[in-house]
């Protein structure tokens, strides 16, 4: 499975931004998928994941949505209202893992497939 990420870039806060994962896998099969970001200094940590359920993290809650598009196979990662804490590099991830689909989605040694990231910059 291949995942190619696209759609960072330099905004200024209160602004929004869509990210996009295409993939190689098809996205309709029992895949997993979250979208992960890493801060400079700061360990990689997950931000939205999408399997049974979704989940977000408490710092993006109601300003970021997750979204699979099973017909373009792709997954979208919807930034609204960036704050410049939100500068970092984001990663799209997948996993077969029935643990990740379950529920299990910040571990990420469970992701099997990463794709290579897209840089978000927010400007105050």
């Known amino acids: 499975v291949q995942l190619q990420a696209s759609g960072g870039g330099l905004v200024q806060a209160g602004n929004s931004l869509s990210l996009s994962c295409t993939t190689s896998?098809?996205?309709?099969?029992?895949?997993?998928w979250g979208w992960f970001r890493q801060a400079p200094g700061k360990e990689r940590e997950l931000v939205a994941a999408s399997g049974a359920t979704t989940k977000y993290a408490e710092s993006v809650e109601g300003r970021v949505t997750i979204s699979v598009d099973n017909v373009k196979d792709t997954v979208y990662l919807q930034l609204n209202s960036l704050r410049v804490e939100d500068t970092a590099i984001y990663y799209c991830a997948a996993s077969y893992s029935h643990r990740v689909w379950r529920g299990e989605y910040r571990t990420r040694e469970l992701y099997e497939f990463w794709g290579q990231g897209t840089v978000v910059t927010v400007s105050s």
């Open positions: 896998a098809r996205t309709y099969k029992s895949l997993a």
